[in-house]
Nanobody
Framework: QVRLVESGGGLVQPGGSLRVSCAAS????????LGWFRQAPGKEREAVSCINGNGETTHYAASVQGRFTISRDNTENTLYLQMNSLKFEDPAIYYC?????????????????WGQGTQVTVSS
């Protein structure tokens, strides 16, 4: 049974940093591209970033490029998203997901299996 469990969300001030994690089980972790998606209240869910199975290929949404870093630890079956220089437009529920058809430019990403999400709030 595929399971993705996000953690690490919370409240941070503008300009601050936060790292969210996603613990995976129930599938061959390093065989799957993974991604982070987010959904803010009243908005559609959007793809944030993806990483391929060996970690060598990544893609980012333009809105987070240079501020967010996706990574994975295939020995721990864990996906990470390091978020720096957080802005008022970043708050959302952040979801990790397996990515169907591999890591590619985020506008083309499609999630497969999903976690339950973790809330990120930016407030002064």
């Amino acid at each position: 049974q595929v399971r993705l469990v996000e953690s690490g969300g919370g409240l941070v001030q503008p300009g601050g940093s936060l790292r969210v994690s996603c613990a995976a089980s129930g599938f061959t972790f390093d065989a799957y591209a993974l991604g982070w998606f987010r959904q803010a209240p009243g908005k559609e869910r959007e793809a944030v970033s993806c990483i391929n199975g060996n970690g060598e290929t990544t893609h980012y949404a333009a809105s987070v490029q240079g501020r967010f870093t996706i990574s994975r630890d295939n020995t721990e079956n864990t996906l990470y998203l390091q978020m720096n220089s957080l802005k008022f437009e970043d708050p959302a529920i952040y979801y990790c997901a397996t990515v169907t058809f591999g890591c590619r430019p985020v506008s083309a990403l499609t999630g497969g299996y999903w976690g339950q999400g973790t809330q990120v709030t930016v407030s002064s």
